[in-house]
């Protein structure tokens, strides 16, 4: 019984600390608009902003992507 109850302890407590509900909302390139400023993860190009923003993943800052 007390194995199971620890098990359920901890499973709650690994699915409240990986919830984050204080992310900024993230668009994918294809998503912006032609005239929108975009800032992209030098490591993790996935993760991108409309303002200049941290990486979700690794905490870095986001560069200013350059419109080709």
């Not at 919830?19 to 490591?43: F, H, S, V, W």
């Amino acid at each position: 019984m007390k194995k199971i109850v620890s098990v359920l302890i901890i499973s709650a407590m690994v699915f409240v600390s990986c919830t984050n509900t204080d992310k900024p909302e993230r668009k994918t390139i294809g998503a912006a608009t032609d005239t929108a400023t975009l800032y992209q993860c030098p490591m993790h190009p996935e993760v991108t902003s409309t303002k200049p923003d941290t990486c979700s993943k690794c905490g870095m800052d986001l560069d200013k992507v350059e419109k080709k």
